[in-house]
């Protein structure tokens, strides 16, 4: 499975940004797809995850009401539009996939399986 985020970049605060996650190799017909974000010097935290039908979602309380998460199977392609963008969403963004998702969200790194190589996110002030 390969994971390619793509759609960072730069946005002043109460900007927009989507950032997009590509998703090749195995195919899944269950499982749950999530995103994490890291800033410097601290730990990878989660942002937001989106059952395999996008019927489910769930959310950090840090983004509920500013991040969507959505996906599209036909294109093996799941999206997180981030909204209002506050300084403090600066971070690297990666996608990862929970394929042991049986109807719980996992909000810690060790549940998901694979990742990509993240995208940069810079919000200034």
């Known amino acids: 499975v390969q994971l390619v985020e793509s759609g960072g970049g730069s946005v002043q605060a109460g900007g927009s940004l989507r950032v997009s996650c590509a998703a090749s190799?195995?195919?899944?017909?269950?499982?749950?797809m999530g995103w994490f974000r890291q800033a410097p010097g601290k730990e990878r935290e989660f942002v937001a995850a989106i059952t395999w039908s996008g019927s489910n979602t769930y959310y950090a309380d840090s983004v509920k009401g500013r991040f969507t998460i959505s996906r599209d199977n036909a294109k093996n392609m799941v999206y997180l539009q981030m909204n209002s963008l506050k300084p403090e969403d600066t971070a690297v963004y990666y996608c990862?996939?929970?394929?042991?998702?049986?109807?719980?969200?996992?909000?810690?790194?060790?549940?998901?399986?694979?990742w990509g190589q993240g995208t940069q996110v810079t919000v200034s002030s």
């Open positions: 990862a996939v929970d394929v042991h998702y049986s109807g719980t969200f996992y909000t810690y790194t060790g549940a998901y399986d694979y």
């Open positions: 190799g195995r195919t899944f017909s269950s499982g749950a």
